[in-house]
């Protein structure tokens, strides 16, 4: 079983940054992990997606400006935003699959969220 709680949402003005993390408990070092988001009225969308190594797949709405990366000795996920927009304002969670995808349906374990809030 596999746990995850995300920490570090917040409120931030446009073109700011935030460093989201995810602390997670059990085995996940086989596991890909990564990060997904859901805002008011839309559908979960997959944010990026990080391998046991470096090999990561972004969204192409975050791509340049989201970075994952994960420290398994910590088995920890982590998110950099920078140059934030209104449109990623979102509930952001953790995830763990055991596909490379950043498909929400193909997720086996599932964060309860931190909220992300960009103003214009």
């Known amino acids: 079983q596999v746990q995850l709680v995300e920490s570090g949402g917040g409120s931030v003005q446009a073109g700011g940054s935030l460093r989201l993390s995810c602390a997670a408990s059990g085995y996940t070092n086989s596991y890909y992990m990564g990060w997904f988001r859901e805002a008011p009225g839309k559908q979960r969308e997959g944010v990026a997606t990080i391998n046991s190594y470096t090999t990561a797949l972004y969204a192409a709405s975050v791509q340049g400006r989201f970075t994952i990366s994960r420290d398994n000795a910590k088995n920890t996920l982590y998110l950099q935003m920078n140059s934030l927009k209104p449109e990623d304002t979102a509930m952001y969670y953790c995830?763990?699959?055991?596909?490379?995808?950043?498909?929400?349906?193909?997720?086996?374990?599932w964060g309860q969220g931190t909220q992300v809030t960009v103003s214009s």
């Open positions: 995830a763990v699959s055991r596909i490379f995808s950043l498909r929400p349906s193909d997720v086996n374990y």
